[in-house]
């Protein structure tokens, strides 16, 4: 069996053991031809992200086959970071940190709105994240899911207002 099915055979039965729907309103798509790094780099609003996922070397992955589920920081969710933050993370000295941090918004398999449960989420980190419905509104750890199902070729991406720091 290869290894992108046995992937998503387990992020399927992770999310099939929770509860909950995700109900947030989906977003528009951007052409589904187009890997997860060409769709977040086409948004301006994800220019942070784009710059981290570089220097963390992290492009070559999340251009590949995939599928990927990406929680998308947007720019205002790395702005809530400490003053100072951001530009300490992007500096090669703090690549490993910087690595982790991004990784822990990477779930394998490409997960749709409609078909995420709650519960805890592997991430491609290595920890995990608890997806959860709190007052109507969707979490994944800290961040709240403020736009869903934007379409890559190579998955899907959730626009989230927080950056999710690992344990």
Known sequence: ????????????????????????????????????????????????????????????????AGPFTVFAPNNAAFAKLPAGTVDDLLK???????????????VAGKVMAADVKAGAVPTLGGGEVVVAVEGGSVKYGDATVIGTDVAASNGVIHVIDTVVLPD
């Open 1 to 64: 069996m290869n290894k992108s099915i046995l992937n998503t055979l387990m992020a399927t039965a992770v999310f099939a053991t929770a509860t909950s729907y995700f109900t947030t309103p989906a977003i528009a798509d951007p052409t589904a031809n187009e890997n997860i790094v060409v769709v977040a780099s086409g948004n301006t609003d994800f220019s942070t992200l784009v710059a981290a996922l570089s220097a963390a070397e992290l492009v070559e992955a999340l251009e590949g």
């Open 92 to 106: 090669p000295e703090n690549k490993a940190k910087l690595t982790a941090i991004l990784k822990n918004h990477v």
